[in-house]
């Protein structure tokens, strides 16, 4: 359980950190221009929409910016309503104390160190681990050979890529060749291991 004097140091370190927040916040990052007044422009119509990339990308990190203020902003609120409450340095979760060291590096925490990692879910795989191929393994010896990511890469760019004609040297008898390592073996590294092997 929190002391007074540490409730109140926690009380003044969001209440600091309320205004800083909110002195940054004051011009919603830039957002009250509207996008051509941001670039100098009357009318965007003319324009192609490529010329506007960069302003569209930086609004896109603003908003962002200000959203993650206005969290930050309504966690603050939140602890701090929790020391009015007295409900402040306790879990929602399960009601136990959150250990100071906690509170000194993340103030607006509400749950002990266990319930936030299981917020977390750190167990939780890409889901494009799902639809691995059996033998594209990460994790597979180094030394077995077959089908591989670089086959894989050399299947998918025969479908196209970035890569033009006018990228490769030398002559091609079709565009069926017009791929990086189109003349590598796929699954097998020298033609003897095509065959399939017997005891």
């Known amino acids: 359980m929190l002391s007074r004097d540490q409730l109140q140091q926690f009380k003044h370190l ?4 309320k205004a800083k927040l909110i002195k940054k916040t004051t011009d919603a990052g830039g957002l009250s221009q ?15 929409p490529g010329d506007l990339a960069t302003e569209l990308y930086e609004r896109g990190k603003d908003l962002a910016l200000y959203q993650n203020k206005e969290q930050e ?4 609120n939140a602890s701090l309503h929790a020391i009015e409450e007295g409900t402040y340095g306790i879990c929602k979760v399960c009601s136990q104390d ?21 917020a977390l879910d750190m167990d939780k795989r890409p889901v494009e681990e799902e639809v691995y ?12 050979s077959g089908y591989d990511a670089e086959d894989a890469w050399q299947e998918v760019s025969r479908y196209g890529t970035s890569e033009t004609p006018s990228d490769f040297y030398g002559d091609r008898d079709s565009y069926d060749e017009m791929y990086p390592n189109s003349d590598e073996n796929i699954g097998y590294v020298e033609n003897v291991e095509r065959y399939p092997k017997t005891d």
Do not use: W
């Open 133 to 144: 191929h059996q033998h594209i393994n990460p994790e597979r010896d180094e030394k077995e």
């Open 73 to 76: 902003l309504e966690d603050i």
């Open 34 to 48: 509207s996008e051509t007044d941001a670039v100098g422009e009357l009318s965007s119509y003319d324009n192609h």
């Open 14 to 17: 969001l209440l600091n950190e």
């Open 98 to 118: 959150i250990p100071i060291e906690r509170l000194a590096a993340i103030p607006t925490a509400d749950t002990c160190m266990e319930h936030a990692r299981s």
